[in-house]
């Protein structure tokens, strides 16, 4: 075994045929089918689909950011989703020269058949297929983040609290169709010490949004009896603990939407833009209830069509560029720690996607590899500066009465169809050699070192080599940059990944992307070029 990027894989095991730098310049004919349709283009086709009773869902601004990186846009209109799988199904060779689909819908546009066709194509979809059973319906994070990290477990619990909250799904009897946890909450909310009689429970409905269906019990008696109420109706909620000591602001609690990038969930590749909304309670916070109830969700909740009503968008805003200012020498460590918690989250999905992958019919290879998404990850932070993610947003809002946010958020629109569409250099597949090369132990060959690259781990380098890029605007949280500068962070990853129980190659290949962006961070800094916005954090705070 050589170095560290092969840990656990043995010298020179070939995943598949050919010598692995043979494999990276000729790639396999459906890698490079994806990447050649994108290869410095001159115009690019789009079409959007939606329902015509979604109107609302014209607040997302995907279209303008397309629009200006040349693509020419067209719009299609269903009464029902299924009008628009029959109609993709029947004709689909009528669709084959778009080059992106854009989805206008709250879960999805296409059947997973229509997902296997549109990758063999090569052309993008705006939707992750199996987003909706892993980050943004609150139920299924839950279930999600449950099943990876076991938090019935000593390890587990400490796991999923270093970056997110305890979480259970609650729900009626009758309802057999996901994991409920109903008698296990009960029983550790009869464990000494368990709860928090200051600060409560909150309590969310799966259903809803912006707010709305979530309130809190403050004391256990409440709590047990809401319980056993909801199991006696059809409605379902995810409780969670309050966080017991959020950090403030003017005497006011408030979080953090990070507009993230999801280029690849097999494995996770990620980006963080990198200037997304703080959104500030209208009033001071309180732990109890001595205010009226409006007042009170008004101090606990962050929403803006909660808040509204008390204030203006303007008053109760920053972007995070006000907010690093805000920290002044805190900002990079804070942001450093965003990233962190954002990754180990979206890592730590990797496994739910595998589940859906591999029970999809009619593919046994299909990872949504054409596949990208927004989504909005909603975090707060305690009194030492340490973020806990809320919740994902798998539509986040991208249209403000304010015009500073919708400005940020056209940005936003703009730097992803950069960073997915923008032109790359013609020797990517060189200058990936090149990087490989750099991360050689001494005595070791390229094919002993790297032989054991399967090809999706291949098309995985050869898709983030051209997404580099173009990466202005945005960090890059996973791969991760700041663990090749800590030896500390880098066991602790290694511990994280064993604990999620991936294989010994993907924790392999873990260590080979860490080599890696050590090495682009280092160049970064040696030549003075632009790079990525996390980079002057990893230098600043290591």
Not at 514 to 524: A, E, G, I, T, Y
Request: with cysteine; aromatic share 12%.
């Amino acid at each position: 075994v050589s170095s560290g990027n092969n840990v656990g894989i043995t010298q020179g095991q070939s995943q598949t045929g050919g010598p692995v730098r043979e494999r990276i310049v000729s790639p396999r004919e459906s890698t490079e089918t994806r990447l050649s349709r994108f290869h410095n283009k001159e115009g690019y086709k789009a079409i959007s689909l939606g329902r015509t009773i979604d109107k609302a869902l014209n607040y997302m601004k995907r279209k303008e950011g397309l629009i200006k990186a040349n693509f020419t846009v067209h719009g299609m209109r269903f009464s029902h989703w299924y009008r628009a799988h029959d109609i993709l199904k029947r004709d689909f060779a009528r669709f084959e020269d778009a080059d992106v689909f854009l989805c206008l819908s709250k879960t999805y546009c296409f059947d997973e058949q229509l997902y296997i066709k549109i990758e063999n194509t090569g052309a993008k979809m705006d939707r992750i297929y199996g987003q909706l059973e892993s980050w943004s319906n609150k139920m299924y994070f839950c279930n999600a983040m449950r099943d990876a990290l076991r938090p019935w477990t000593p390890e587990g619990a400490a796991r999923l609290r270093k970056f997110t909250f305890d979480c259970w799904v609650l729900g009626p009897k009758s309802q057999t169709d996901f994991p409920l946890q109903n008698e296990d909450f009960l029983q550790r909310l009869n464990e000494p010490n368990f709860f928090d009689f200051e600060h409560g429970l909150v309590f969310k409905r799966t259903s809803k949004g912006g707010g709305a269906g979530v309130y809190f019990k403050l004391t256990k008696a409440e709590v047990e009896q809401e319980v056993r109420e909801l199991a006696e109706t059809n409605k379902t909620f995810v409780i969670q603990p309050r966080l017991t000591n959020p950090m403030l602001i003017n005497k006011r609690k408030f979080d953090l939407r990070c507009h993230v990038l999801v280029t690849s969930v097999s494995p996770i590749r990620a980006y963080l833009h990198t200037n997304g909304i703080v959104r500030f309670a209208a009033n001071e916070y309180s732990k109890g209830t001595q205010h009226s109830k409006s007042q009170t969700k008004r101090s606990f909740l962050t929403n803006l069509s909660v808040n509204n009503r008390a204030a203006n968008t303007e008053d109760l805003t920053w972007t995070h560029k006000q907010f690093r200012e805000y920290l002044k020498d805190d900002g990079p460590e804070v942001f450093r720690r965003i990233d962190e918690a954002i990754a180990e989250m979206l890592v730590a999905s990797e496994k739910s996607f595998e589940k859906i992958f591999s029970n999809m019919e009619g593919s046994k290879d299909f990872k949504c590899r054409i596949c990208y998404q927004q989504i909005g990850v909603d975090i707060l932070l305690d009194e030492h500066m340490n973020p806990h993610i809320m919740e994902v947003n798998g539509n986040p809002m991208q249209n403000f009465k304010d015009i500073k946010l919708t400005e940020l958020c056209k940005d936003f629109q703009f730097d992803i169809a950069k960073l997915v569409y923008g032109r790359h250099a013609d020797d990517f597949k060189e200058k990936l050699i090149l990087s490989l090369e750099s991360t050689l132990p001494v005595g070791i060959s390229f094919e002993d070192s790297f032989g054991w690259l399967n090809d999706d781990y291949i098309e995985y380098l050869l898709q983030l080599e051209t997404e580099q890029e173009n990466m202005d605007g945005f960090r890059l949280i996973y791969p991760p940059s700041h663990a090749g500068f800590s030896l500390t962070k880098k066991d602790d990853w290694k511990s994280y990944l064993n604990h999620l129980e991936y294989s010994s190659e993907r924790i392999a290949f873990h260590n080979l992307l860490v080599d890696l962006q050590k090495q682009r961070v280092n160049n970064c800094v040696e030549t003075g070029n632009e790079c990525s916005g996390e980079v002057n954090d990893v230098v600043k705070s290591d």
